[in-house]
């Protein structure tokens, strides 16, 4: 019973799923709302769209994962959990979401409407992407793009008037770089050794990156600065609050933004710089970057609301990592994106 139940928590990606689901409540932080019950409702359509998301990813991935030794052990490649309840929890989820947001959430006003009109517009990004992204190059781009409205939506549905901040924009394009990173660079090395086999259409193979007989992994120079140039774009986008809007960033933020973009920047490097595929090892090495990754925006945000939310999201963020992690028997730097 135990097993069925970690794999039904592999399947919804529990460890992770505190971290991801708070996309829409940075949204709301970004234009200052730090009502509690308001930043709940967001945190369970959070949930529960990621939840969403992550299980039609392995629905319509199942095929391709089979050809994975490294994914063995995912629910619907195992067989514990069948096709068919997959799809049903993604249609519960589906209806759940969308009930949640009008029960929450709604006003006759247009920035709910326009809020409304981003998430469904990330939901069939989120189809397209999952069911067809495979297909066609660039399709991270969907993915990336999602992530970067469902973060805007937050935003929306609590701005009952005046218009969105510079900040909030520029929140929306560091997630985006970020999601565009994780998916085409971090993602693509991760599934080079099998992606080929089903004729995949990403920026990874695209570029020349290969895996040879012996595992050995060669990634291009253009590959390299492609992705290094993701983080160099966040690392300066970071600071353009600071520099150019008036926004105040204490000392200790300054200190701890330029620690982690150095820290992402040679995670990044060292694992650019890999020569040979390990499946393991670039998912220990995916998992340190998205744990160094965290607190990034809660930092920012403390500018706008105070320490006690961002820092509330980071703890619960990270105990809710561990708590699961250890109770599934997952490591802590194995997140699996």
Same mark, same amino acid.
């Given at each position: ?24 409540? *940075?949204? *709301? ?21 990621? #939840? ?34 997959? $799809? ?57 793009? *999602? ?19 510079? $900040? ?15 998916? *085409?660079?971090?993602?693509? $090395? ?46 300066? +986008? ?20 330029? +620690? ?29 970057? +998205? ?7 809660? #930092? ?21 990592? #561990? ?15």
């Amino acid at each position: 019973m135990k097993n069925v139940v970690i794999d039904y928590m592999r399947l919804l990606r529990i460890p992770g799923l505190f971290g991801l689901a708070i996309t829409p409540v *940075a949204g *709301a932080l970004s234009v200052d709302n730090t009502n509690l019950p308001t930043l709940v409702s967001l945190f369970f359509i959070g949930a529960i769209s990621k #939840i969403y998301g992550f299980v039609m990813n392995d629905y319509f991935d199942v095929e391709l994962d089979k050809l994975s030794p490294d994914l063995s052990q995912r629910a619907l490649v195992k067989g514990t959990v069948t096709k068919k309840y997959a $799809l049903g929890i993604i249609i519960v989820c589906f209806f759940i979401g969308y009930l949640a947001i009008f029960a929450f959430f709604y006003q006759n006003q247009p920035f709910f409407y326009t809020g409304l009109i981003c998430i469904i517009i990330a939901d069939v990004l989120c189809f397209i992407y999952n069911k067809y992204g495979k297909r066609f190059i660039g399709s991270d781009l969907l993915i990336a793009l *999602a992530e970067s409205l469902f973060f805007l939506f937050g935003a929306l549905v609590v701005l009952p008037n005046g218009s969105l901040s510079i $900040l909030t924009w520029i929140l929306f394009v560091i997630l985006f770089n970020e999601q565009l990173y994780m998916n *085409a660079i971090a993602g693509g $090395l991760k599934d080079a050794d099998h992606d080929y086999r089903m004729n995949v259409n990403n920026i990874a193979l695209k570029s020349g990156v290969t895996v040879g007989p012996e595992n050995e992994l060669f990634i291009p120079f253009s590959f390299k600065i492609f992705g290094l140039g993701e983080r160099l774009i966040s690392s300066f +986008l970071v600071f353009v609050p600071y520099l150019f809007l008036g926004i105040v960033y204490e000392l200790w933020q300054i200190g701890l933004l330029v +620690l982690i973009i150095a820290l992402l920047i040679t995670e990044c490097i060292y694992m650019l710089n890999r020569t040979r595929f390990d499946r393991k090892e670039l998912r220990r090495l995916i998992g340190f970057q +998205l744990i160094t990754w965290l607190p990034f925006i809660p #930092i920012i945000l403390v500018s706008i609301v105070g320490l006690f939310y961002p820092v509330i999201l980071v703890i619960l963020t990270l105990f809710s990592f #561990i708590i699961f992690s250890y109770f599934m028997g997952q490591k802590l730097d194995t997140l699996q994106i």
